[in-house]
């Protein structure tokens, strides 16, 4: 694998929309309230999807150095695991995109002021407290919680208040749905390596509740996005068309097993992205 794309497949570009889908329903909900500071919300979208790089090789670089990714790992292939990169030059990643997300964020701090340095710092710190200690999120099966918050009504209410200086319950809601849908992605996830996640003590939801569980919460997760458009919206026409892609979506996470579920974590993001389209686009 070349030297560019084995780093493009390392910050996890797939699963990006669940960073940037809460940012574009925030900015939704901010325009309903005045024009939008485009650069602003240029900026909002790379520093949350900046935030989340930064999680990715966080948990890349733990993952490696607590033996997690074994031979039989079911995910994409981890580059340091493999070791078609170093350990140094993965540790020296996580110092550039850190570095990125705080310049990214000053500027976001300069127009929002304490609320933005609360949720900046508090994003970072959960971005190292995932899997960087030895009672990780990720290991103690409470990552769902901080899941649908930073990647969900945190994230929107957050870019809404940059545009707006106010948090209105739309972006709240349609943010809420974002993140639940966040949360199926790592409920994917955590089905996939169940067996992997035993053997390495990660008492992952699925790992406490099983898989029969496991497949009912995932529903229970894309199946809130039509809910929100439905109930908080009440624009119908939108929820048709969620509705009918979170149908799609749940008999494709059905049908997978195994090395399957990779391409449903690429599907859910990416139905992720198109709720946020549909917001937008279907008014």
Partial sequence: MGGFKKWFMMIRPFTLPASLSPVLVGLYAASLFGPIDVLSAVITALC??????????????????????????????????????????????????????????????????????LIGVSAMFFAWLYSATSHSLSHL?????????????????????????????????????????ATAILTTN???????DKRAGKKTIIVRLGTTFGKVYYLACIALSPLVLFFALENIVAGIVISILCILLYIRFL???????????????LYNLAFALTVILIR
């Fill in 255 to 269: 049908k997978a097993s195994g090395r399957a579920y990779n391409k449903i974590l690429m599907l859910t993001g």
């Fill in 48 to 117: 949350a999807m900046s935030l989340q790089v930064l999680s990715n090789l966080v948990n890349d670089y733990w993952d490696y150095k607590r033996g997690s990714d074994g031979d039989d790992r079911l995910g994409p292939l981890r580059a340091v695991s493999a070791g078609t990169v170093s350990p140094k030059a993965l540790k020296n990643a996580i110092y550039i995109v850190a570095a990125l997300c705080v310049i990214l964020g000053g500027y976001l701090i300069y127009i929002g002021g304490l609320p933005i340095v």
């Fill in 190 to 196: 955590n089905i996939r390596d169940i067996e992997q």
């Fill in 141 to 181: 099966g409470i990552s769902d919680f901080f899941t649908i918050t930073y990647y969900g009504f945190l994230a929107s209410l957050g870019t809404t208040f940059i545009q707006t200086g106010c948090w209105p319950a739309v972006s709240f809601w349609l943010g809420l749905a974002c993140g639940a849908t």
